[in-house]
């Protein structure tokens, strides 16, 4: 009995251990990968156009704010652009291996080491890579909160074991009965039943070893709960971020050579009635599909002359919805090899301005002649 009961006490310890630190290391990876999205969406346009000047102030004002221990950001080629370790870093010319490392992946990387956990990711816009970033956590936080843990978890499994030795000593046959009862208890809790509770009918040693197992199982009930919570953080925060990235109300478009969308974003408010017939768009869909013939014809004009010339394509285009006129801007940028990334904003409100405040200039105009020649 009293070998089953310590063994019992210390693979349930040793299993609580292990369960928290790998819950604490995925909740680290968690806010190193929300972290990562939300720098990935801010330094995008900047690492785009390469303004160093602004990229270096973000990761110096995150290491000042003491929200990293490191920071790297770097572009294409995987030179080193910005570095939270020095703010005096010049323009890098020759690639970081690390970065090149990260721009070869998808996905994001995870090291970890001896003091920081270190994360990092490419940066695209569209399919097209543009740059990365890497980011290093503090795990002092991590190894304080195992510590308390294992602190705590070894005084419990020393109360229960030695509360059950105790037991197993003083009594026998007279408590055969309660003892496989806890041994049924500790199954439960060893199999993730936090909620089961010993029932106390006593006032002797036994019922003090049924008190040290509610306390532990209470305590497991409370980390799991704090943990729950802390997730739950996790998870709005992330849809927070989800949702900062479906606020943008452009349209996006992927298209190939020939004119089929590969891929698109959906956008928001006025820029959804762009749609053909009001159908939604979907995927392998030709543009005269999509968009009147004449306005198709014109957006493959400039799908070509972009895949041509590998420049930024801006052209503006108006189109009768409802029997109202309304205009757009189309960006065409390369986003892939044969495809083109458009992007289209709803610009009827600004054109609208612009024809009212030409209308006003002209009368204006017209007015001063008329004085002029009274």
Known sequence: MTGLVMVAVASITGIFLWR?????????????????????????????IIDVDFLEEIVQQLGDDDVLVAGRIYDKDGRLVADIEDSELSYSTKPDPFGQMLLENDQTVFQWKSDQLLAGKSVSVGRQ?????????????LNKKMADMRDRGILVALAAAGAGTLISLLF???????????????QRIADGDLDYEIEI?????????????NRMTSQLREVIESLEAQTQDLQQSERKNTALLNAIPDLMFQFSSDGTCVDFKRGRGQTIIILHNGDFVEKQTNIYDL????IARRFLYYVDRTLETDEL???EYAWFINRVRRYFEARLVVSAHDQVLAIVRDITEGKLAQVELQTAKEAAEAASQAKTAF
Do not use: C, H, W
């Open 313 to 315: 394509q801006i052209f």
């Open 291 to 294: 968009l009147p013939e004449e």
């Open 201 to 213: 009918k006593t006032k002797d040693e036994l019922a003090v070893l049924a008190n040290s197992f």
């Open 129 to 141: 890579k543009i740059g990365a970033l890497n980011v290093g956590l503090s795990i002092t936080p």
């Open 20 to 48: 928290q630190q790998q819950t604490f290391q995925s909740e680290l990876e968690q806010q190193a990968n929300i972290l990562l999205n939300t720098l990935a969406v801010t330094i995008r346009d900047p690492l785009y």
């Open 172 to 186: 026998s046959r007279s408590i055969t009965e309660p003892l496989q009862q806890m041994k049924a208890a500790t």
